[in-house]
C-alpha cells in the first residue's frame, strides 16, 4: 500500500489505485467538496487519476490560487462546449485562464453579440447543471489532428500539429464536446458551480499575428463562489464610473485619435495637470540629491546594438533609415543616453554615487489591440533616473530609493504598496555570474531597507533584476508603477568607467530607478484612483468662481485676480445662467473649491465656498479663504 505525505507533515497509506478523490474523502468530507485537484510530488493532476506509489501530496481546493485558475480554464471549455452546441460551424481555437477571469477565441462568419452572450451563459449554466464527467484522453498525434480536421475544426488541428511529436498529447472529453488540453481540469462541470458570466466580445488576431485571420474573443469571469462573483462586478462596476477615459473627456484633459495611435493629445487642463506632477518630481528628486538632463530622442543604430537593446527589444523600436544610409531609432528607454553623460566627465569614486535623472519621451511599438487609452501607450514620458554607484553603495542606495518611492507614493494617496523581487528572464544580455551579483546585491539593498517583498519569477528587465512596486487602488485593482533595477551588464557595454580608490578603472553599478514609470500611465491610474476628485494641490483648476448676479462680475474677475496672485489656479463663470446650473456643471467637471458670489459677497467682500462633494457651503471672508486655500495647496500630499 502506498504511503502519503501530507503538507502538515503526517504520513497515512492509502489503497493502491486509490483517486485524488478518494484521498480527499478520506481526509475530510469538507476538503472532498471542495477539492478540485491534487498536486503529486509537485505536478498538478486531475482528482481521477490514481496514486499509485510513495507520494508528497496537497489537495487543491476551489479557494485557493491554483484552484480559481483551474476553475477559470474549465469555465473557458464549457463556454466552448456552449458554442458548438449553440453554432456548430463555429470553430474553436484557445482558451486559456487569465488574471480574474478566462477568454475563448472563435473563428465564426457572424459576429457574436450582447444577446448571444445572454443564451450562451444561459446554455454555459445548463452543461453545469448537466454535471458532465470530464475525462482525460492520451491521443496520438496524428489521430488527433484526423479527427479534428474530420470535425471541420482547422485551427485546433495546426495547434496539435505544431506540438512536438515525442510529447504526451492529451484531451478532455466533457458529454460530446472534445478539446486539446495538458489539465488537469475539474472531475464533473457541475463542480464549477454557478460563479461566472460572460462580459464582452472583442476581435482577437490568430496566434496574436495582426497577418492572421481575426477571431472573435468571448471575456468572461470566474470565480470560488457567488459572493465574490457579485464583489468583482460590483468593482467593475465602479471601474467604469472611474474610468480614465470617461474622466479626461468630462474635465476636458485629453483626447486620442486614430491618427496618432497609442499618444496622448493634451489639452491645456491636461497639460496643467502633467506639469503639476513634473513640478513636484523635480523638487523632490532635487531635494534627494538628482541632477536633471535631458538626452536626444534619435540616435544611431550603433549605440542600441551596443546597449543590447537592437537585440533584445528591437521588435519594439520604431526605426527610420535617412538618405546617407544610416539608421536611427526613436528611443524606447533613457538609459544609454544617461551612459553618454556620465562618460563626460565623471572620473573618481569620491563623486560617486552620481544621479541623473530625465523627463524623457519615448516611443515603444505596441500592438494596436494592446493599446488601452494612457494605461497602454507608444509614446509616453518617463520620470527616468539612473544612479551610477559602486557596488558597495548599492545597499545605501537602495534604501534611498524605497523611501522615496514610498513616500511619493503616499502624497499621491496610495499607502498599500506591494513589492516584487523580479529576477533573471529567459532572454537577456550578460552572463550568469554577473546576474548572481546583481541580483544577490539588489536583495541585501532591500533587505537592509527592512521591506517587505515577494517573488516574480523570471520578471526581471533583459539587462538586470528589478524591483516592481505595485499600488492597489481604492476599488482594489492592483497597478505596477515604479521599479528599481540593478545593472552590471550596460555600463560595461557602453564603456563606462570610473578611477577607484586603487588608482585603477572600474565599471561603475547602474540603478536604473523610475516612480510614476510612464506619466501618461500614472495619470490615468490616478484618475481611477481619486473617480477624477483630484486633491486641491494637484487638480488643474483649483477654483471657479461662480456669478450668481451680474453685477457680481467686477468682484468676480477680482477674487480671481486675488487667488492667482496667491498662486492658486482660479477662473471666473459670468455665464448668464442659474447658480445652480454652473455648480452642477463644474462638480461634474471635478472642480474641487467654488466660490459663489452675489451682491451681498461684493457688499461684505466674502465668498460663498462649497468643496467638491458636498452639498454645504460655507460663507468665508475672501482674505481668509485665500489664505486656507493657499496653506493647503503649500503642504501638499495627504496633509492636504
Known amino acids: 500500500m502506498p504511503t502519503i505525505r501530507l503538507p502538515d507533515g503526517s504520513e497515512r497509506q492509502i489503497a493502491a489505485g486509490a ?50 485558475e483551474l476553475l477559470r480554464h474549465d469555465a473557458a471549455h464549457v463556454l466552448a462546449e456552449a458554442v458548438k452546441e449553440l453554432w456548430p460551424t463555429t470553430q474553436v481555437t484557445i482558451g486559456p485562464a487569465i488574471e480574474n477571469g478566462f477568454y475563448y477565441d472563435f473563428a465564426r462568419d457572424e459576429a457574436f453579440t450582447a444577446e448571444d452572450l445572454e443564451i450562451i451563459e444561459g446554455r454555459m449554466k445548463e452543461i453545469v447543471a448537466r454535471d458532465e464527467t470530464i475525462d482525460r484522453e492520451v491521443w496520438d498525434r496524428d489521430d488527433a489532428v484526423k479527427f479534428f480536421r474530420e470535425q471541420g475544426e482547422e485551427y485546433k488541428a495546426k495547434i496539435i500539429e505544431d506540438i512536438p511529436a515525442g510529447e504526451t498529447l492529451t484531451l478532455y472529453r466533457q458529454g460530446q464536446f472534445i478539446d486539446l488540453c495538458r489539465g488537469p481540469h475539474l472531475p464533473s462541470t457541475g463542480r464549477l458551480g454557478s460563479a461566472f458570466k460572460l462580459l464582452r466580445v472583442s476581435g482577437a488576431y490568430w496566434r496574436g499575428d495582426a497577418k492572421n485571420a481575426m477571431l472573435q474573443r468571448i471575456y468572461g469571469t470566474a470565480w470560488a463562489n457567488d459572493k465574490q462573483l457579485r464583489a468583482y462586478l460590483t468593482q467593475l462596476e465602479e471601474a467604469e464610473k472611474r474610468d480614465h477615459r470617461r474622466l479626461g473627456r468630462i474635465m476636458d484633459l485629453f483626447h486620442f485619435q486614430e491618427e496618432a495611435p497609442g499618444a496622448v493629445f493634451w489639452h491645456p487642463k491636461g497639460w ?99 493599446l488601452h487609452g494612457m494605461l497602454r501607450v507608444r509614446a509616453f514620458t518617463q520620470d527616468d533616473a539612473h544612479i551610477f554607484c559602486t557596488p558597495e553603495q548599492i545597499s545605501n542606495e537602495t534604501v534611498a530609493v524605497c523611501e522615496l518611492i514610498l513616500g511619493i507614493y503616499r502624497d499621491f494617496g496610495f499607502d498599500d504598496v506591494l513589492i516584487k523581487f523580479a529576477d533573471r528572464p529567459p532572454v537577456r544580455v550578460g552572463d550568469d555570474e554577473v546576474w548572481d551579483q546583481a541580483e544577490a546585491a539588489l536583495k541585501a539593498g532591500l533587505e537592509t531597507a527592512g521591506l517587505d517583498y515577494s517573488y516574480n519569477p523570471g520578471e526581471g528587465a533583459f539587462y538586470g533584476p528589478k524591483l516592481e512596486f505595485v499600488l492597489r487602488d481604492a476599488i482594489g485593482r492592483d497597478w505596477q508603477c515604479g521599479t528599481h533595477q540593478v545593472d552590471l551588464n550596460l555600463p560595461k557595454r557602453l564603456g563606462a568607467t570610473y578611477i577607484g580608490e586603487d588608482g585603477q578603472k572600474h565599471i561603475p553599478v547602474l540603478l536604473h530607478r523610475a516612480i510614476f514609470g510612464s506619466l501618461e500611465r500614472f495619470i490615468g491610474i490616478l484618475l481611477e484612483h481619486h473617480a477624477g476628485n483630484l486633491p486641491l494641490w494637484l487638480a488643474p483648476t483649483q477654483a471657479k468662481v461662480l456669478t450668481i448676479t451680474s453685477d457680481a462680475n467686477d468682484y468676480a474677475l477680482d477674487v480671481v485676480s486675488r487667488l492667482r496672485d496667491a ?74
Open 19 to 68: 483517486t485524488g478523490t478518494d484521498i480527499a474523502q478520506s481526509i475530510g468530507k469538507s476538503l472532498a467538496r471542495d477539492s478540485v485537484a491534487i498536486r503529486v510530488n509537485g505536478e498538478l493532476r486531475d482528482l481521477s487519476r490514481t496514486v499509485d506509489a510513495d507520494a508528497t501530496i496537497e489537495i487543491v481546493t476551489r479557494d485557493s490560487a491554483e484552484g480559481l
Open 272 to 370: 496643467s495637470l502633467f506639469q503639476n506632477l513634473v513640478d513636484y518630481m523635480r523638487k523632490r528628486q532635487a531635494a534627494a540629491g538628482y541632477h536633471e538632463v535631458n538626452t536626444p530622442e534619435l540616435m544611431d543604430r550603433t549605440l542600441w546594438e551596443a546597449s543590447g537593446h537592437w537585440e533584445s527589444f528591437g521588435e519594439h523600436m520604431f526605426t527610420t533609415v535617412t538618405e546617407d544610409g544610416r539608421s536611427f531609432a526613436i528611443k524606447p528607454m533613457n538609459c544609454p543616453g544617461h551612459v553618454q553623460v556620465f562618460k563626460q566627465g565623471i572620473t573618481s569614486y569620491r563623486e560617486l554615487p552620481y544621479r541623473l535623472c530625465e523627463f524623457g519621451k519615448v516611443h515603444r511599438y505596441e500592438p494596436s489591440g494592446a
Open 567 to 640: 498662486g492658486i489656479s482660479a477662473d471666473a463663470d459670468l455665464r448668464n445662467e442659474k447658480i445652480s446650473y454652473k455648480v452642477r456643471e463644474h462638480s461634474v467637471a471635478k472642480v474641487p473649491v467654488l466660490m459663489a458670489v452675489g451682491q451681498r459677497e461684493v457688499d461684505e467682500k466674502t465668498v460663498a465656498l462649497r468643496r467638491l462633494g458636498s452639498k454645504q457651503q460655507q460663507v468665508v471672508e475672501l482674505d481668509r479663504a485665500i489664505l486656507q486655500l493657499r496653506d493647503e495647496i503649500r503642504q501638499r500630499g495627504r496633509a492636504a
